[in-house]
């Protein structure tokens, strides 16, 4: 009886470390998947998307550290409030204090907020610089041009690109190999993706031919007014491979919604060649592209 005990023990040990170590291989083909194809929203997200430039990684660090503060004083403000409210109730205070001044209160109350400003605004302004301050000079230079309700790229570069790209119909989905919904989500995916190449510093020119739009890219930390009639300048450095996803964010008419913003971060070697049959066939230059990084992610995900 102890030997089939044992023998049982033994057998139920072995099968909660096969387990485990399933487990351990999902979660890491998961986060092999998940690197590779970077960042998009999701559901019941409270915090920022996984950062892919060092400017996000400021931005990330900026909130976080604001909040040291806004939580200590909304706390504050909500303990004054409730005090306020238990001790000078008209029950146990009938007659009323008629105090008007007091000056350590005052001078605690003009100082405080100094302070706190302070060490919110120093910080902020430095963010700020570094957002309108590249460090280097860009070596790809993209024109976005905001339309109702698609966006144009333009790739400045000896023979020009140029190309829209605008929101995939689900049932263009299997024509363009996007049916994996992980990868390519609901109202994110688009026909054609931007496609930079990783650790490149690109600068994007935005304009608009209608209405004001909005290029923006979480991830990336950037987001700029297309306004007809002038050009805004942003740029990144993306330093992770992977597909993005962003929004146009203005209030820019009825398919709002339905004006998404995908950039894809490839290798130099995948780019150039991108780019090359992007010239004379761009779906099939797509097509390719996503093969390669499909492949790529595979051997990754088989490796862990």
Not at 8 to 29: P, T, Y
Not at 83 to 95: D, E, L, T
Not at 111 to 138: D, H, K, N, R, W
Request: aromatic content about 10%; some cysteine.
């Amino acid at each position: 009886m102890r030997k089939f005990l044992a023998g049982a023990k033994f057998l139920a040990s072995a099968k909660a470390s096969a387990n485990f170590v399933a487990s351990v291989g999902a979660a890491a083909i998961l986060f092999a998947g998940a690197s590779a194809h970077a960042a998009q929203p999701q559901p019941w997200e409270t915090t920022f998307q996984p950062p892919a430039t060092d400017i996000m990684r400021q931005i990330e660090w900026f909130g976080n550290y604001s909040m040291w503060f806004v939580v200590p004083i909304t706390a504050l403000v909500l303990f004054l409030l409730a005090y306020c409210i238990f001790r000078f109730r008209a029950s146990v205070n009938p007659v009323p204090s008629k105090t008007s001044h007091n000056t350590l209160i005052e001078v605690i109350w003009t100082v405080g907020p100094v302070v706190v400003l302070l060490c919110l605004a120093i910080p902020s302004f430095q963010l700020l610089t570094a957002q309108y301050t590249p460090p280097e000079e860009a070596k790809l230079t993209i024109k976005a041009t905001g339309n109702q309700w698609n966006w144009d790229y333009e790739y400045q570069v000896d023979k020009t690109l140029s190309f829209n790209s605008a929101i995939l119909a689900d049932a263009d989905r299997a024509a363009a190999g996007k049916e994996d919904r992980a990868v390519y989500p609901r109202l994110l995916t688009v026909d054609n993706e931007l496609v930079v190449p990783v650790n490149t510093m690109t600068r994007v020119l935005v304009t608009a031919t209608d209405v004001i739009h909005a290029f923006a890219m979480p991830s990336f930390g950037i987001k700029t007014d297309a306004v007809p009639g002038r050009i805004n300048e942003v740029w990144f450095k993306a330093e992770k491979e992977g597909l993005y996803y962003g929004q146009c964010s203005e209030l820019c008419g009825k398919d709002h919604a339905f004006m998404p913003i995908a950039i894809r971060v490839v290798s130099d070697a995948q780019y150039n060649t991108w780019l090359a049959a992007a010239r004379t066939d761009l779906p099939g230059a797509n097509k390719a592209l996503m093969a390669q990084v499909d492949s790529a992610d595979k051997v990754a995900a088989a490796g862990n």
